[in-house]
């Protein structure tokens, strides 16, 4: 039988970024609705391992079956994951080949938060899902959008960066956001159906949420989710605003 929701945007225990919040809120919905999933998180340790998973171990510890890879510090989240006492199935592994990381192994939904700009053949990423993906099964996406103006002084630390990356063993150095055109025409090429796009997360909004503690957290995403919503991917998702530094999307693997 399928449960009523329970995670609301504005609960103040949510990651803060908001297209994360906008794939935590799609991973409810798959929860609640159907059988217990099988899920991939490619990249999942990042600066704070679990963020997007915590509220879903704690509701729905039984919904799911969590795999995760990355190529560095899964021992660290590893730890994390036996302290809380939470089963995750963790791999050191490339993005671009998770297919070896889980061999045989297929998933009904992966996920893969904010690693596309630090990969540079980040359409290798969509195919190598695409592989490991189960018939139907979907791949949310979430990634910081190239159109966005970056400060000049940012922009120069990452062209460097970039350079650097070309190096042997810097390959990680690499960043670049994802223009929303390349990405729609690499997810249909690589075999997507693509179900949902949205931006969303304007760069000053996710200043002033990071900075502001709740109730006054609370209000500045209710404000703005409610603006997305009716300016945005959820009543038209090809027209949606362009200055915004993040996007998610959420595409499909024919059945
Ligand atoms: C910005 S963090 C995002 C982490 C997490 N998904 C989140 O949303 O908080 C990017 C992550 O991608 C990982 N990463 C970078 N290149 C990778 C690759 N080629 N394969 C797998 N993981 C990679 C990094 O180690 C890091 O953990």
Not at 25 to 40: K, Y
């Amino acid at each position: 039988m399928q449960q009523p929701r329970v995670l609301e945007p504005t609960s103040a225990h949510l990651p803060g970024n908001i297209s994360k919040i906008r794939v935590l809120l799609a991973l409810e919905e798959a929860l609640v609705e159907g059988e217990r999933l099988r899920i991939c998180d490619v990249g999942c340790v990042g600066p704070r391992p679990f963020n997007l998973w915590e509220p879903l171990f704690e509701l729905y510890p039984d919904r799911f079956r969590l795999s995760g890879l990355d190529l560095f510090g899964i021992e660290g989240a590893r730890s994390l994951a036996a302290a809380h006492g939470w089963t995750v199935d963790l791999r050191t592994g490339s993005a671009l080949t998770i297919e070896r990381s889980f061999p045989g192994e297929r998933f009904d939904v992966v996920v893969s938060t904010g690693v596309l700009p630090v990969v540079r053949d980040w359409r290798r990423v969509l195919a190598s899902a695409m592989e490991v993906l189960s018939p139907g099964g979907r791949l949310l996406i979430t990634s910081p959008a190239r159109s966005y103006p970056e400060p000049l002084r940012l922009r120069a630390r990452r062209a460097a960066a970039r350079t650097v990356s070309r190096l042997p063993g810097q390959a990680h150095r690499w960043y670049r956001g994802v223009h929303a055109d390349e990405f729609q025409r690499a997810a249909v090429d690589a075999g997507y159906r693509v179900r949902q796009w949205a931006r969303c997360n304007l760069a000053l909004v996710k200043t002033v949420q990071n900075a502001a503690q709740a109730p006054n957290r609370n209000e500045v995403m209710r404000r703005w989710w409610a603006l997305e919503d009716t300016s945005s991917g959820r009543e038209r998702p090809n027209e949606v605003p362009t200055s915004s530094p993040s996007s998610s999307s959420t595409c499909k693997r024919s059945e």
